[in-house]
């Protein structure tokens, strides 16, 4: 059992937007992914995860070496590294200082010892840690990874830029300025990942064209 379980935490601000998102908006089960904090006792550290829902088990996991807490669907990325660090390594800490591994002949496994004296450890040390990952705080915006997909119709885009007196089909868009103003506009309750904003509305742009022209 260690003495003091340090939860190293390595690339806790390394973490990025890619990894608090729940799923792909190009899937039809939007179910099929979730985001979860794993931790893993033996190394003591702790990730943000976005994996596939399956109903397999990680080898890790069934051996207890590594554990993984659920997240909300809307965590938000950009206040989720302070609420961790105020909210739940606390939690963690404690539960890890329990913890220890050993060989039972075939493989390594964990488990987390209590004090005679400590009884709340196993009651209720782990569900307040599943309390506060369930509590993580959550932003109100539509997350996604195409501009077009996040609008029933292109022409909705040159409605919105028209308010902010934009003339998106006249718009200058090796100009990164009046990109970046498009941009502001288009996210004003929305979050694109993983996108090149230039190249995305040029295709926009050229596939109004081509559909007028038909």
Sequence with gaps: MSDEFE??????????DTQFVESDPYQNNEKICEI??????????????????TNSTPMREWNHLDQCFHLPEMVDASQFVKYYDEKIKPLLKIRGNKFESYWNGSNFVGKFESDEDDDRFFDEAEIDIKDACDKAPEHDMCVYFS????????SDIISL?????????????????????IMNELTDTCVFLNIDAKDELEGIRESIIENREQ
Excluded: P
Excluded at 163 to 181: G, H, Q, R
């Design 7 to 16: 939860l190293v935490n390595s690339g806790k601000d390394e973490w990025t």
């Design 36 to 53: 979860v904090l794993c931790v893993d006792w033996e190394k003591q550290t702790t990730t943000v995860e976005t994996r596939e829902n």
């Design 147 to 154: 501009i077009g997909e996040s609008f029933a119709n292109y």
């Design 161 to 181: 830029l028209k308010y902010a007196d934009i003339d998106f089909m006249t718009a200058n868009l090796e100009d990164e300025n009046i990109v970046d103003s």
